[in-house]
């Protein structure tokens, strides 16, 4: 290669860099090689089969553009796996569906495997990437709806009757709620009941089963496949999106979810926060996530306890049928099993073991013997960085728009220092995030105000009241 094209070269590259940015770059770029520039094409080679496609069915306009600021001839670019890589791919463990029929030229013409990376062999892949499995109980008939999950209930609902080719009319669901409050219930029956028709295809993944799957896929060189499986999928039920970890696992998240709804198809997903609060995650995918329906399941009132408790305890009787749970009991455990619907099924399972094992009814004694574990102490209530502002604002008659402002007036500076201080004192939040919630601020805007009313608490007794009467109204 003439030294020409080489300076050229680099000069693609960076064009190329300072397009993407350094991070994208040097994740799929830095190992992509020039091969040959014949007339108007160009051959540039990788050594994996994955980078390939990832290149190909995201960057492939990027990179023709960047060559053609330099070579306006060009019209092609190609773009194949380095041979030597090829062999050394692990076909053995995992017999890669796409594995190339015949080698690739690497005389700059394109082979015909080239051309048809995007015909991968979907069932394949989709049997390897398998969904999380499902729980037969957790369906729409078991669900009890109450009024802290009736909305959440009605769009999970209106999802799983919709059918192929219905306009989609939000997008993605996103049901967040605390720790055993029905989100998985609600995602599995979204999923039995989407599939029993067979029209329509819903697939139901943990995060974690996501990043597996994904991971898993790089691994064997088949993250085409698996993204022509995920597309071919009419509902993408996503859990515990909280565990969504990692800069290229979101980078695919993100891609998946752009593809899948812009083509009409409908996401679900459900997390123990709202998008505003997934820290680790891209901007980006934050403010689509948000973009769609975002519906809060609040803590089970004491009559939606009591109706779940009812149905473990119908459904246990199908297979225990002598199993019974006077109506005292069920009451005094729904008054005192406040925690989450988790604890409400191990009650009634511990009731049932002891039942069963001692073949004695179960009555109030022995039910408030077995559970007094289960009767915790109401947990401290989960307190927004919003209600703080909001309650800040009104005691120091400011608007909200002033705390986020970029005034420095001291009737504003005041207030938006006291609430960045109680935003890390009663919330898990970063320093960052704190700043990003606070119109963009940098973190160390937020630890100077943390420090400084920390300071002024200890000396001025006046703020420290302000202060105190704050966090009552914020923890009732
Ligand atoms: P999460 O995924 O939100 O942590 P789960 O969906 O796993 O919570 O629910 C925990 C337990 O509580 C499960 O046994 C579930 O069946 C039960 N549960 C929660 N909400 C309801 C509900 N509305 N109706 C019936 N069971 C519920
Ligand atoms: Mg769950």
């Known amino acids: 290669m003439s030294n020409m094209e080489q300076d050229r070269w680099s000069r693609v590259k960076g064009r190329l860099r300072s397009s993407v940015g350094e991070d994208v770059y040097s994740s799929w770029f830095a190992r992509m090689d020039l091969e040959s520039v014949q007339d108007e094409s160009v ?15 995201h960057y492939a306009e990027r990179v023709l ?3 053609q600021a330099e070579m306006p001839e060009v019209h092609r670019v190609d773009v194949t796996v380095r041979t030597a890589m090829r062999v050394a791919a692990p076909a053995k463990e995992a017999p890669a569906p796409v594995e190339p029929r015949r080698s690739e030229g690497r005389d700059g013409r394109p082979s015909s495997e080239l051309r048809n990376t995007a015909i991968a062999p979907v069932s394949a892949s989709h049997e390897a990437l398998g969904g999380s499995p499902l729980d037969p109980r957790l369906t729409f008939g078991s669900f009890v709806v109450g009024r802290s999950n009736t909305l959440a209930h009605a769009a999970a609902r209106q999802v799983a009757e919709g059918r192929r080719g219905d306009s989609v009319m939000f997008n993605p669901l996103y049901i967040h709620a605390g720790v055993g409050l029905g989100k998985t219930h609600l995602l599995q029956a979204v999923t039995w009941a989407g599939n029993s028709g067979a029209e329509r295809k819903v697939l139901y993944l943990t995060a974690e089963k996501f990043m597996y799957g994904f991971v898993a896929a790089l691994k064997t060189q ?15 039920v996503i859990d515990d999106m909280q565990f969504l970890q990692g800069k290229t ?29 997934l820290e680790s995650l891209d901007e980006r995918v934050r403010s689509r996530l948000a973009g769609g329906l975002v519906v809060e399941m609040g803590s089970l009132g004491e009559e939606l306890r009591l109706g779940i ?7 246990a009787r199908a297979h225990h049928a002598t199993f019974d749970v006077p109506a005292p009991v069920l009451d005094y455990l729904a008054r005192t099993i406040t925690h989450n619907g988790r604890d409400l099924e191990g009650a009634i399972n511990r009731l049932l073991a002891h039942s069963k094992l001692n073949a004695t009814p179960v009555t109030l004694e022995m039910a408030e013997r077995e559970v007094r574990d289960l009767i915790r102490p109401m947990e401290p209530k989960r307190i927004k960085i919003e209600d703080i502002q909001r309650v800040v604002a009104r005691q120091y008659n400011v608007s909200r728009s002033d705390l986020l402002s970029s005034r420095r007036t001291a009737n504003v500076v005041r207030p938006r220092q006291v609430a960045m201080y109680l935003a890390k004192t009663l919330t898990l939040r970063s320093l960052p995030e704190i700043g ?3 119109g963009g601020r940098d973190h160390t805007t937020v630890l100077h105000a943390v420090r400084k009313i920390e300071a002024l608490v200890g000396k001025d007794v006046a703020l420290q009241d302000e202060v105190e009467s704050l966090k009552r109204q914020l923890q009732e």
């Open 43 to 57: 051959h540039l080679s990788v050594p994996t089969r994955f980078l390939k496609s990832w290149i190909q069915a």
């Open 65 to 67: 553009t960047c060559w």
């Open 222 to 236: 088949t993250a085409l496949a698996f993204k022509e499986a995920l597309r071919g999928i009419d509902v993408l």
């Open 249 to 277: 696992t979101q980078a695919e998240f993100c891609h998946t979810l752009n593809a899948l709804i812009d083509a009409g198809r409908q996401v679900v997903i459900a997390a123990d926060r709202p998008p505003s609060d």
């Open 309 to 315: 408790l009812k149905s473990r305890v119908a459904a």
């Open 436 to 438: 990003r919630r606070f």
